[in-house]
């Protein structure tokens, strides 16, 4: 893909058309071979003026999640390095977490136009039209011990939080422990999959749902009450390489984080950002509900709830408030 970035940024760079003859100049390969990247880029879905004595123009861009396209916006020196895209996937968390397995390296991101099987939490669907959303799944290898990987799950939403305020300047809210809201409603969410040995972990997927350009008519009939999208908020079109681009390094600035000082320190960030402590919530955990106030986020992602005097201790539920 490296010729075809070159080429397309030179057709970027250019304010009409350009030549053949200089792109070839500038590429080190022959006019027939820059006529070929051309079609490439066509079958891509660039749009691209060729006139005969003038050359080449770019007329307009995919909104695709193009790795090259991500790359334009992406300043993250790990996460991202590598993006595998595919047009459409079961899941990119599946298809990632066999990457993992066969060795694939750290900050690898899989990233689809679309999902067929896209999944949440506890198995939920979650919906994925084509060409609306990002869907992305992230590989790390973290020297952490099982027992402190948990608050991974909050690197993203902490991600997608700071992403939607430079995009928009809109503060979106966190629930516990990966949901991302505005306005009461749900737009983005994170499924985290694991392999682990005993006393280690050999790689964590990251899989990031984050609703971009849906609207209503695009939403499943059980999310259209609960659901929302950064077009829906603001009335905008985003471009998703962008969107994508800074989602990515925002998760690696989280990630160093984690990395150089530990669980706690993002625990603590979470914490804060959500405003959780002394919020009358209601957890309901494998059908066992548990009504409390929250005293805090523990060390390995987990909330502290005081029912009644007595402090129990939370991992996974959902809550209300």
């Known amino acids: 893909m490296d010729n075809l970035s070159e080429v397309l940024r030179h057709l970027r760079d250019a304010s009409a058309f350009i030549s053949g003859d200089h792109i070839a100049g500038k590429l080190g390969v022959s006019r027939t071979a820059v006529w070929k990247y051309m079609n490439q880029l066509e079958r891509y879905g660039y749009n691209i003026d060729k006139s005969k004595g003038k050359g080449y123009r770019l007329v307009d861009t995919p909104d695709r999640v193009y790795g090259w396209e991500i790359d334009r916006w992406r300043t993250s020196a790990?996460?991202?390095?590598?993006?595998?895209?595919r047009d459409r996937l079961d899941s990119t968390n599946a298809f990632a977490f066999k990457q993992a397995l066969a060795g694939e390296a750290e900050g690898t991101c899989v990233v689809a136009e679309s999902q067929d099987k896209g999944k949440g939490r506890l198995g939920r669907k979650w919906s994925?039209?084509?060409?609306?959303?990002?869907?992305l799944s992230v590989i790390l290898r973290p020297s952490v011990h099982p027992s402190i990987v948990y608050p991974v799950t909050f690197l993203s939403s902490l991600a997608v939080s700071d992403t939607i305020d430079q995009l928009t300047g809109i503060k979106a809210t966190l629930k516990w422990p990966n949901d991302v809201l505005i306005h009461g409603r749900k737009i983005s969410?994170?499924?985290i999959e694991l392999s682990t040995e005993?006393?280690?972990v050999r790689f964590v997927v990251i899989g990031?749902?984050?609703?971009?350009?849906?609207q209503p008519e695009d939403m499943d009939d059980l999310i259209k009450a609960t659901a929302t999208s950064l077009f829906m908020e603001t009335k905008k079109t985003?471009?998703?390489a962008r969107v994508c681009?800074?989602?990515?390094?925002n998760l690696e600035r989280y990630y160093d984080l984690f990395k150089a000082d530990g669980s706690r320190a993002i625990c603590d960030i979470w914490e804060e950002r959500a405003q959780i402590r002394g919020k009358h919530l209601e957890i309901n955990q494998m059908g066992e509900v548990f009504i409390g106030t929250a005293k805090g986020i523990d060390r390995d992602?987990?909330?502290?709830?005081?029912i009644k005097g007595t402090t129990k201790k939370i991992l996974a539920g959902d809550v209300n408030f």
Do not use: C, V
């Open 78 to 85: 790990r996460i991202g390095s590598k993006i595998i895209h």
């Open 128 to 135: 994925s039209p084509t060409g609306k959303n990002i869907y």
């Open 189 to 191: 969410g994170t499924l």
């Open 198 to 200: 005993a006393d280690m």
């Open 208 to 214: 990031i749902g984050f609703n971009i350009n849906m």
């Open 238 to 240: 985003f471009e998703r």
């Open 245 to 249: 681009g800074i989602l990515l390094s």
């Open 301 to 306: 992602g987990a909330i502290l709830l005081d």
